[in-house]
């Protein structure tokens, strides 16, 4: 795996290490990171749904009038 040098805010840091409960910065970040990875997973799998169901809805049948 490929590794990135960062340099970040001391104090951002160890705020997220204390609402993430670790103990190292690097965990701190992996653990931001991959939360925000999963939200954009989500939210793409609720757009992509939300799509589906009204391509759905726009091939139905008409209804009977009368």
């Keep these: 795996m490929a590794k990135a040098d960062l340099s970040l805010d001391a104090e951002l840091v160890v ?3 204390v609402l993430a409960g670790v103990g190292s910065p690097q965990d701190a970040v992996e653990a931001v990171v991959r939360d925000h990875t999963a939200r954009g ?3 793409g799998a609720r757009v992509q749904r939300r ?3 009204r391509r759905g809805a726009d091939s139905a049948p008409p209804l009977p009038e009368g």
Excluded: I, N, P, S
Aim: aromatic share 0%; no cysteine.
């Design 51 to 53: 799509d589906e169901t």
């Design 15 to 17: 705020d997220v290490m």
């Design 41 to 43: 997973h989500r939210a």
